[in-house]
Nanobody
């Protein structure tokens, strides 16, 4: 069973930085072999995709974080990171790590979510 455990959230002032981590575990699961995402959900809002890193290392970002956030991974540690710079109050949310696991040859998959780590940007 695949588990994703986030850490690194906290309280930071506007303009500050946080680095989130997502440690993956599970039999034969590797972050390098799967697309890994960071989502976030603010109070009263829907969960939204923030950034993705594909199995071949390509990265994609939501427009609202481009130039400020960077997604990366460490294959040895089996961990995905989200470096968040120039943080704004509107970045306040719970941040979740996510991946999809293909379970059969027809392409059926299951979604795996971490428990989330809260990030608060406030003066």
């Amino acid at each position: 069973q695949v588990q994703l455990v986030e850490s690194g959230g906290g309280l930071v002032q506007p303009g500050g930085s946080l680095r989130l981590s997502c440690a993956a575990s599970g039999r034969r699961f590797s972050v390098s072999g799967n697309a890994m995402d960071w989502y976030r959900q603010a109070i009263g809002k829907e969960r939204e995709l923030v950034a993705r890193i594909t199995s071949d290392g390509n990265t994609n970002y939501a427009d609202f974080v481009k130039g400020r956030f960077t997604i990366s991974r460490d294959n040895v540690k089996n961990t995905v990171y989200l470096q968040m710079n120039s943080l704004k109050p509107e970045d306040t949310a719970v941040y979740y790590c996510h991946t999809r696991i293909v379970v059969n040859v027809e392409g059926a998959y299951v979604e795996v979510w971490g428990q989330g780590t809260p990030a608060t940007v406030s003066s």
